[in-house]
């Protein structure tokens, strides 16, 4: 198997209702791919930073096996910034301020030794950008996860469905499953999306939890009730992280698989939100992965015996 | 086994995205026990209606299995009367009118038949009135389950807070669980309302499904993805109905079966948001609640083989 990655690498600022950090290591491609570290021995990324990336952040994804020969350094331009405040209920947030800057011009190239991808996960970027990177592979990988958000809703709805339609697996928000359809009803909304292209469909609720959509059946996954939520910043992404890292692990795209893969993706963005940023992503282990996931099964499971079963 | 219930008999007129009612039969002991009829042969309700209220009223609760030994009706006075309208996000409504009428001056009465009662449901009501249903058995039933509102934590908290005190299981949604506790984490918030006295608390989230806490455990349960929900007047008293009636009927009060009455509870609301009023609740079959309930089980079945299991 080989994992490829794409999506931005970033600095985050944020503020939230327990603090405030200065800029610190963030982007898609980030939490995608130190969640996915935790499944599979090497994950390539493809992404651009600019000269004011520091050797700390690369040495950091290295350590979590990230591969960076796709990751260009454009030494005179500067790294993509994002800032944002979450409210007191830290489901909401205002966009403080965002600065593409490489991001701006970035043509991702794929290294030869990108090629062998069999799971490729698109993380949020420009759809056209998402796109390039499916054509640029000279084999269809085995399985094609895309995340993406509102604003390319709102701003390049055409380019988004022509990329959606080359998909496997969108993965995607509630209000944006709403938008993107034209549906209130998340149910009636996954069968509009589905319609599109993609043969499964996520639905993330945050702190309510997943849906897993195909034609014909549907996956809930709950999300773990916390005592406190930190920082809410790449949960979604270190959810989709482990959901395509746990597949490509297991190699099998089987409907029942990627029930598990949910439940393994929800348990990573437990982890994630924890701590500021990628802080509790960095040095977790397998253990605590493993008893996360317990968790997982003792919060949904329960026993009835129906006479038809 | 016998099962008591009290709470409000009412009218009710609804407008939703869907259309608007005139006055129709509503109320929270109404959607409890036509809920709870599905498990128990009987049930017995303590409330109290006008004049006005009609005869095809109280004969469809008859019919199904509701005993009105314990119904007062005031031939002079009119029955309570609630109206509200529901915003276009189905989770949120408007309260338009709300005539207290028979319910200002009501004095629960048990019949001496209803003394034998080893489950009660206090319903919505004052909480003065719902401690004197307590205070009326001359033996403390197996089981007390009760349900309020914020309404009652805005103008009689420490009423409150005493009755609470006396039962075994609160059910309660999210937001009056944070009014309640004073915090917004749902798992913080748990621990502080089980501290007040109850064993086990059950946060509703409507849309998003319910957690059933104790002092150890917690379990959730989704809500089932409707297609479309035609008007959620009376699904936490459906949950509340079909939760006391599965445990009254199994005689299990067990966490692995409130487990199941927590399914069977959340099964029974997802049939009372399908049409307006206790419609769908009236005739419904076995057979269809057998098969909502497999809906469930598919919903969150997931196999996921541990080293350490």
């Known amino acids: 198997m080989s994992l490829l990655v794409i999506g931005s690498v970033a600095f985050d600022a944020i503020e939230s209702p327990f603090g405030k ?48 020969e796709g990751l260009q350094i454009k030494e005179n331009e500067k790294t993509f910034f994002w800032s944002g405040k ?25 290294p030869n030794n990108y090629q062998d991808c069999e799971f490729l996960m698109l993380g949020n970027l420009a759809p056209a950008v998402q796109k390039q990177v499916i054509n640029g592979l000279h084999n269809r990988p085995k ?106 692990e297991t190699k099998d795209i089987s409907f029942s698989n990627m029930k598990r893969a949910v439940i393994y993706g929800s348990a990573m963005a437990s982890f994630c939100v924890e701590k500021f940023g990628t802080e509790r992503l960095e040095n977790l282990t397998a253990g605590e992965l493993e008893k996360r996931v317990h968790e997982f099964i003792d919060l949904v499971q329960f026993d009835i015996s129906l006479v038809n079963s």
């Open 21 to 68: 950090t200065d800029k610190i290591i963030g982007g898609a491609a980030t939490y995608i791919s130190l969640s996915a570290s935790n499944f599979v021995h090497k994950t390539n990324i493809v992404s651009v930073v600019g000269g004011d990336f520091p050797q700390t952040g690369l040495d950091m994804l290295k350590e979590n096996n990230v591969d960076l």
């Open 86 to 110: 979450y409210h007191n209920d830290m489901n909401t947030r205002d966009t403080l301020d965002t600065q593409l800057n490489v991001l701006e011009t970035f043509n991702p190239v794929l």
């Open 143 to 248: 399985l094609i996860v895309m995340d993406t958000m509102n604003f390319w809703m709102d701003i390049a709805m055409d380019e988004l469905k022509s990329t959606i339609s080359m998909v496997d697996v969108l993965s995607i928000n509630d209000e944006e499953a709403r938008q993107l359809s034209g549906e209130y009803s998340l149910r009636r909304a996954a069968q509009k999306i589905l319609a599109m292209g993609p043969q499964y469909l996520i639905i993330k609720k945050g702190e309510h939890g997943a849906l897993l959509f195909d034609n014909n059946e549907v996956f809930f996954a709950p999300a773990l009730p916390l005592e406190e939520v930190f920082d809410p910043t790449g949960a979604g992404d270190t959810f989709a992280g482990g959901f395509i890292g746990y597949l490509a």
